[in-house]
């Protein structure tokens, strides 16, 4: 049975992420996954990582649990929009404070490549955007995307990592609104 944790990280309540998230859960226990969710929103935890690698800055009891989670998974899914063309702040301060080394990756001695802690998963980003998709990518040249799927997950050794986009959000009609939905639940039931 695949182990899927789902992280929802839009700070905003009711939002169309919210659906989404709901529609691939739903998928994903209907094909038999074991599936379990972090709302970011509603857990506890200071998102500024105050002293950097230098402190110790100690883990709430919500990150450990994240931390836990992020063990047990064998597939990762982030929801969040894309803010200022990355991620909100809850989501990158999430990935601060719980991707740390001895944990996510280690560094060694006498040797600029980290050790990547946590290889076996794979991941998808489902990212929503006001800006058309297509403009995201030729203009922008997806920024949070290379710094989600390089920076972070293939650095901590997940992979592969899938990416969902969708967009513009503001413009989009009640019919292409189900069609997201459809195929969040369709990945769902695939685990991807």
């Known amino acids: 049975m695949k182990k899927v944790l789902v992280i929802h990280g839009h700070p905003v309540r009711d939002t169309f992420v919210d659906q989404l998230t709901n529609a691939y859960v ?30 110790n800055q100690e883990l709430e009891p919500d990150l ?11 597939h990762l899914v982030f929801f969040y929009p894309n803010w200022w063309a990355t991620y909100p702040a ?6 601060d404070r719980t991707f740390l080394p001895g944990f996510a990756f280690s560094y060694r001695k006498n040797n600029p490549v980290a050790e990547k802690l946590l290889t076996g998963k794979s991941a998808r980003l489902v990212v929503t955007m006001d800006s058309p998709v297509w403009y995201y990518y030729l203009v922008l ?15 901590c050794g997940i992979r592969p990592v899938r990416i969902s986009s969708l967009g513009s959000m503001r413009k ?16 769902g039931k695939k685990i991807r």
């Open 26 to 55: 739903t998928g994903a226990k209907s094909a038999g996954a074991e599936v379990k969710e972090l709302v970011l929103k509603s857990l506890n935890y200071d998102i500024n990582f105050r002293e950097g690698y230098r402190g």
């Open 90 to 95: 809850l989501l990158k301060g999430f990935i």
């Open 64 to 74: 450990e649990m994240a931390q836990k989670l992020i063990s047990w998974a064998d």
């Open 141 to 155: 040249r997806a920024p949070g995307h290379h710094s989600m799927r390089r920076g972070i997950l293939h650095f």
């Open 172 to 187: 989009a009609s009640e019919s292409r609104r189900k069609k997201w939905l459809g195929k969040m639940e369709y990945l």
